[in-house]
DNA sequence: ACCTGAACACCGTTCAAGT
DNA sequence: ACCTGAACACCGTTCAAGT
């Protein structure tokens, strides 16, 4: 008999597989716990056997956030614009509640893979293909992926409750919160928050229509 | 001689002392370069001695970012609430310039200090006050300090570059990239940015533009 | 070729000990 | 009352050694 696996218990190590644990681990745990040593002892192996795969830590990052670029919604559809953009926009929120360590890092990474790459010339290329000029696409792309990554950011924090659940919330936090009395606005925003709960999508989609439809006012008054 | 102090030459530790020392140290060092045993090295004091005034890390992470809080321009001045919330819009990003390690901290911290219920109370008393329904003014505050965030998190990976710094970047990045040949939009953006450069406060403040007077022209045609 | 152990230079934090 | 040293349980990463 040739070449046979010695320790046949454990598929071996890729490149692709030790992207696709780290997205796991990180999925599961978050970003505070996750490490190379936490991702090592996942895979069964030593920290030091990662290293022959992928470089380094910042470098296993990069390819993290590729994988949820490779997740987005593709504007290039043939639809109009503006629900092309909606689309995109619903689905990156969706991404970073699923992927939430990526949040502060899907613009920050300095050298961006092929999905990041593909999915930035999608966007761009759909809005200069309903005619914005280029500077009125900059600026259409800016405000737009400013707010998403800025509302990702807050209902990172805020947490993934339901209305019905942070209603029940801000209740008991209302409760305890006696140094509250100085601030009477923020009083009334803990009231009516339980009484109607924060529904995080219907805010995401409200700021998102207001930013794409003055987007379309100032497109169709344009040369 | 009554009781003299043994060692002179160190003024005493306390926790206004640290916290301030903290910022300066984030300030000139990073985030990632931030701990607290280069706070204790600082301060010329073993890390240990740091936890008899301030609890430990998260804490003084609370303490650090409601400092920054309190750098914000108050909105609460008698203008009109358009110019009142621009100025502080602008206020935000500058003091995130001056602080980019409170980017992704000033809406994550889960228990907000005086300064920041102080100024969450005075935008929302500004809008409220400006005619804004209770529904009416959650929606504005939610989309403006998303896209003020937002924004923060982008121009901090972007770099603080200079028009014509990024012009100058760009163009040397537009050299290596044969790998944007797939990508033609993207070479746009190269080509253009290359001549133009990136003028981020400009791109900041029309941004914050579109999203106040859309908002004003909602709140002019209300009941 | 692929993986490992020991080591290095770091973390935050606890706790008994010093003054 | 305030600070320290040694220790514990972690990090990312290097490098010589194993198979």
Redesign the pocket.
């Known amino acids: 008999m040739a070449k046979e696996r010695t320790s046949p218990a454990r598929k071996?190590?890729s490149r692709e597989r030790v992207i696709a644990a780290a997205v796991a681990l990180a999925d599961q745990t978050g970003y505070r716990e996750f490490?190379?040593?936490?991702l090592g002892a996942e895979l069964g192996?030593?920290?030091?056997?990662l290293?022959?795969?992928v470089g380094?830590?910042?470098e296993l990052l990069d390819e993290m956030v590729d994988v949820v670029f490779g997740e987005l919604e593709d504007p290039s559809a043939r639809e109009d614009w503006v629900t092309a953009m909606r689309r995109r926009g619903v689905s990156v929120r969706e991404a970073l509640r699923r992927h939430p360590w990526a949040v502060g890092l899907m613009e920050s990474r300095s050298n961006p893979g092929p999905e990041n790459l593909a999915h930035h010339n999608a966007v761009m290329g759909c809005l200069r293909e309903a005619g914005f000029s280029f500077e009125m696409a900059v600026h259409a792309y800016s405000i737009q992926d400013s707010f998403i990554y800025g509302f990702a950011l807050q209902e990172k924090t805020m947490g993934h409750e339901s209305p019905e659940e942070s209603a029940q919330a801000a209740k008991t936090r209302g409760k305890g919160s006696d140094g509250y009395n100085e601030y009477p606005y923020l009083i009334e925003v803990e009231a009516e928050l339980a009484r109607s709960g924060y529904d995080h999508a219907a805010e995401f989609e409200w700021g998102l229509s207001l930013i794409l439809e003055s987007l379309e006012r100032l497109r169709k008054n344009s040369p």
Chains 1, 2 share one sequence.
């Open positions: 071996a190590l490490s190379m040593r936490r192996v030593s920290p030091m056997a290293y022959k795969h380094g830590r910042e």
